[in-house]
């Protein structure tokens, strides 16, 4: 069992990040996209970058640890902010600490019901758009939808605009035209949302980054949600509204989508 | 040295709570009130509570590791999320970890300098007001503060309100009556901020929790900050502008609560 020292800034602080990678067959998807998620979020942080070498090494070793190097997995990458001391100064230098696991994946749902969360994203805040080791606020709103008899959280941000899911980023078609939350929503910046806008985008699609109110997703001709492990996945109603099922060009996407990745 | 498993959720998703507790030759300042609001943060969080006399064994186990029995240290306890698989779902039961660890406390700073971060508060989320694991935007908030030269940074929330600093509540003297943020604004609620707001009652002032913009703070007759550490250290400045140093009434209050805290 892997540990890490209780002086790790991961814990004490929730300075860190983490990349969810699918693998499949033991071929791990976007994986470079991934890397540059993950290099891209220690610039934000001021934490050196993880060698992609000992990433892939660690992911491997992850995947055969479980037993997972064939089927369908997710693999977890983990680069914590390493030792501090007492309070909130880094350490100097600061030398983050790389983990890997692996776990089998679900298949992905066909649908998924959303409930709007109390909680807004913060989009002051960088961490808004990276996955960071600070994921509380996300986890109590996947709580309070699963509460609210959901399956995911929909969050906006204090204007009201719709942002990202708990975990997940979000699309739908409104006036005919492919619309998502802008990044500064506090839209975490997705692996499969950007794989998504180019594909939508060599589909013929209009595609719009917007700020929206709710009413906007409420009144679209249908829309899904992305992420690494559940590529495109319909949504069904939003705080017990039924939303409009995808068209067939929005399905011709989200096929597109799921192949893309997996 | 102690460990956790990679796999607690304190670490993953930055899933628990601390508190930090000043001790003045062993004694444990304002111990009760730290483990009650340990207690209604594992409320909010869904987490059950850390049993108390666990928690004072392992607070006393800290000071003698470390050997400071004697002097001024600051212990923290860390209570985490406790171990859970991939994803954000919590699992059940929740068997989170308790951690103690023990560190000398500088002496308190005679005055601080303020410089106001770009990360506001999330007001809507219940994490403003507790002491997480997720405390990553307090980390760079800090870290953008000392780069600008200052020594701590202050926060406001989305509506432009006053709030708190990284790591410390904040008052001061308007219209000859002491303000501090209301804990809508995002803020910390902290054991020493609730400590001074009876201490000033005591005192005579008339006391007002405010929603209120940083020209209230920027105009004020004297201001300071609180914290279990630090319990009431005078603002000397914010963004450069120099602040009136606390008059006598002032003063005698931030001494008192000095005295009361240690």
């Known amino acids: 069992m892997q540990t ?68 369908r997995a997710a693999v977890r ?23 890997a696991t692996a776990s089998p994946a679900a298949p992905p749902l066909a649908s998924m019901v959303l409930h709007t969360s109390a909680i807004r994203r913060n989009a002051s805040s960088p961490l808004s758009r990276l996955k960071t080791l600070s994921y509380l ?46 990044l500064d929503c506090g839209v975490l910046d997705g692996v499969v949302r950007d794989v998504a806008l180019h594909i939508a985008l060599r589909h013929g699609f209009t595609v719009r980054e917007v700020h929206a109110p709710i009413s906007s997703l409420l009144a679209c001709d249908g829309g899904f949600l992305t992420n690494s492990l559940q590529p495109a996945v319909a949504i069904r109603s939003l705080d017990g509204t039924g939303l409009s099922a995808p068209g067939p060009a929005l399905l011709d996407l989200m096929a597109d989508l799921r192949s893309t990745v997996s």
Chains 1, 2 share one sequence.
């Open 137 to 182: 606020d996300n986890v109590l709103a996947r709580a309070e939808a699963i509460a609210a008899g959901a399956d995911e959280a929909l969050l906006c941000d204090h204007a009201g605009s719709v942002a990202c899911a708990a975990a997940a980023n979000i699309f739908w078609i409104a006036h005919g035209e492919l619309h998502t939350p802008a």
């Open 77 to 99: 990458l983990t680069w914590t902010g390493g030792d501090g001391a007492r309070g909130l100064a880094a350490p100097s230098p600061t030398r983050p600490r790389l983990l």
């Open 4 to 71: 890490v020292p209780a002086s790790d800034r991961g814990l004490t602080l929730g300075v860190g990040l983490f990349e969810t990678i699918l693998a499949v067959e033991g071929r791990l998807a976007l994986w470079e996209a991934h890397l540059d998620r993950l290099a891209r979020g220690c610039a934000a942080l001021s934490l050196p970058p993880p060698d992609r070498t000992a990433c892939a090494e660690a992911a491997r070793a992850a995947l055969e640890a479980a037993g997972l190097v064939t089927g």
